[in-house]
């Protein structure tokens, strides 16, 4: 069975940081291109980064500068550290898998989790 399962959201002060991680199952995460994108209930899907096939990682101008992606082949991982988190980042957060990126965007997407939540509040 393909699948990608996140985890490491939580609760967390604006400031603060939080690594997501995005665990594959049944399929290479190499073989991929692997993004992330948040999305909260009635409101619109927003894409946060997209690493290719190659390695390049791609993110949208909100976050960059305070996000980074990074990986672990071996766990066939994929992590999202946040830092300087702000509460407009609050969101569920999904990684999800398709063939290629288009800049920080993953089009055609074939393979996402079920969302991790993260709450930046005081």
């Known amino acids: 069975q393909l699948q990608l399962v996140e985890s490491g959201g939580g609760l967390v002060q604006p400031g603060g940081s939080l690594r997501l991680s995005c665990v594959a199952s049944?399929?290479?995460?190499?073989?991929?291109?692997i993004g992330w994108f948040r999305q909260a209930p009635e409101k619109a899907r927003e894409a946060v980064s997209c690493?290719?096939?190659?390695?390049?990682?791609y993110y949208t101008d909100s976050i960059k500068g305070r996000f980074t992606i990074s990986s672990d082949s071996a766990k066939n991982t994929i992590y999202l550290q946040m830092s300087s988190l702000k509460p407009e980042d609050t969101d569920v957060y999904y990684c999800?898998?398709?063939?290629?990126?288009?800049?920080?965007?993953?089009?055609?997407?074939?393979?996402w989790g079920q969302g991790t939540q993260v709450t930046v509040s005081s």
């Open positions: 999800a898998a398709a063939s290629y990126c288009s800049g920080y965007n993953l089009p055609h997407m074939q393979i």
């Open positions: 049944g399929f290479s995460l190499r073989n991929n291109a």
């Open positions: 690493t290719d096939i190659g390695g390049t990682t």
